[in-house]
């Protein structure tokens, strides 16, 4: 059991190392899709107004719920889309490219409303405490998506590499590292973080 288990870990880290030019690349459409989402609200506040305004009362449904309650909710939609984000990656890695691209946009969006209404530190606070978990795992999964989707178009294309055998790695990274790491941030979300802008 000692020997399998060393095992898993070291196959593990040979797949984090084989994500280096992924999380690179996934990194760097992160960051500039931030900065695109800021600019935008810049010079289009008015209608990123009305759908924050649409935010906000979704989330102030959520005011009532129990820290426990909000931890599921958080944890469901969480691991949800950083499942999908993953194993959607088959499709030549658009949609881990794309809901990337979109979580970035948001969370620039997100970036200046708070900063201009209230105050940076708001931002940070009401992002830092679970961003620091979350925002490495959803580039984490969208690397791997994307490198699923390079092994799916080698197949098709360049008739090499093996499908079967990055698959499982995927899912063996899903399950043990955004998997758990996720649900960590779903209980600092919930329980620290809504507290602390509350």
């Known amino acids: 059991m000692t020997c399998f288990q060393l095992k898993l870990d ?31 609200a810049c010079n289009y506040s008015q209608e990123i107004q009305k759908v ?22 958080i944890a469901f939609n969480n691991i949800s889309k950083i499942a999908l984000v993953v194993f959607l990656g088959i499709i030549f890695g658009i949609f881990p490219i794309l809901f990337l691209f979109v979580n970035g946009m948001v969370v620039g969006i997100f970036a200046y409303t708070v900063a201009e209404t209230v105050s940076w530190q708001m931002f940070l606070v009401g992002i830092l405490p679970h961003g ?25 294309f360049r008739k090499r590499g093996n499908l079967r055998e990055e698959f499982s790695l995927a899912l063996e990274f899903f399950l043990r590292i955004l998997l758990p790491l996720l649900i960590l941030a779903a209980v600092i979300e919930a329980f620290v973080t809504a507290n602390l802008v509350r």
Do not use: D, H
Request: glycine share 8%.
């Open 10 to 40: 070291q196959n593990t880290k040979n797949y984090l190392y084989s994500l280096r030019p992924y999380v690179l690349f996934c990194s760097v459409i992160f960051v500039l899709s931030v900065f695109l989402g800021y600019s935008a």
């Open 52 to 73: 924050l305004r649409e935010i906000k009362e979704m989330w102030a449904s959520f005011q009532g719920v129990t820290s426990l309650k909000l931890f599921i909710f």
């Open 132 to 156: 620091v978990i979350e925002i490495p795992v959803l580039i984490l999964g969208a690397a791997s998506g994307v490198k699923l989707g390079g092994v799916v178009f080698n197949k098709i």
